[in-house]
């Protein structure tokens, strides 16, 4: 059996409980060295093989894995954040089922969930935005063309991009090709949840700058849009006024 499991975003203890039975249960242990908290593998039973993905090649993982299921062990896929994102899991898993090996997902916390924690912030704020688009910049590999940075910046709602933090000039020109501005608010979220984390904010327009300043190019969220911002509407879901299937509110008339 193989588990691909969510590391979460780097803090040992974000793991979820599930994935953390899993590792220490796993006879092998594949992670995705680059970005999973090495801290994590301390859950590891002794005797457990581990092995470092980023030294590998999908064909090389997926010969461990072979090997391991025709052993009769249980082999845990460690990656990072949740392993739906940016997990290269797809793959893997048409291989394993045209080898009829049996896998299963476990979610864990991406790391845009614990930049928004770092931030203290909530990208659905009330009259300020109620989407939030996750996506990358095209570089070495490249995007969908409708998918590209200004195309995604025209809707102007809350944005979390992965990947980007090497390319702050070009990011910043595609940002401000769409509905934002050099003031828009924007935080650059380094290594959020791990011991080394770095919060710095800044706006769209200031991005590149403040991000060759503090040197970050790598293992670092890129958050943009005005929920970064104090100012929003209150939620109506606990407005006194509002009714709801709980309860009703002193603003409704009609009958009970």
């Not at 970005?35 to 980023?54: H, K, M, Q, W, Y």
């Not at 072979?66 to 893997?92: C, F, M, N």
């Not at 702050?168 to 959020?192: F, I, M, S, W």
């Not at 606990?238 to 008339?253: I, L, M, Q, V």
Request: glycine share 8%.
């Amino acid at each position: 059996m193989v588990h691909f499991v969510g590391a979460g975003p780097g803090a040992p203890d974000l793991i979820t409980l599930r994935g953390a039975e899993l590792l220490k249960k796993a006879d092998v242990v594949i992670y995705a060295g680059s970005l999973v908290n090495p801290a994590l593998l301390e859950l590891c039973r002794a005797g457990a093989e581990i092995f470092n993905s980023a030294r590998m090649t999908l064909e090389e993982v997926l010969a461990v894995m072979l090997r391991a299921e025709s052993e009769g062990k249980t082999t845990v896929r460690l990656h990072t954040g949740d392993p739906s994102l940016y997990g290269a899991i797809r793959e893997q898993m048409d291989a394993l089922e045209r080898s009829g090996i049996r896998f299963e997902v476990t979610p864990g916390v991406s790391s845009f969930c614990a930049a928004a924690a770092a931030l203290e912030a909530e990208y659905t704020l009330p009259d300020v935005s109620q989407s939030l688009i996750i996506s990358r910049m095209a570089g070495r590999t490249p995007v969908p063309e409708g998918e590209r940075i200004a195309s995604l910046a025209a809707h102007g709602c809350s944005m979390a991009l992965f990947l980007s933090a090497g390319m702050l000039d070009k990011l910043q020109e595609e940002l401000l090709r769409g509905a934002y501005t050099d003031d828009t608010p924007a935080a650059l979220v380094y290594k959020a949840s791990w011991p080394d984390e770095r919060i710095v904010r800044c706006t769209v327009g200031t991005l590149a700058a403040a991000g060759a300043a503090q040197d970050i190019r790598k293992t670092a969220l890129v958050l943009v849009g005005d929920f970064l911002e104090k100012e929003y509407g209150r939620s109506r879901l606990y407005d006194p006024a509002f009714s709801t299937e709980f309860r009703r509110g002193t603003g409704d008339k009609s009958e009970g």
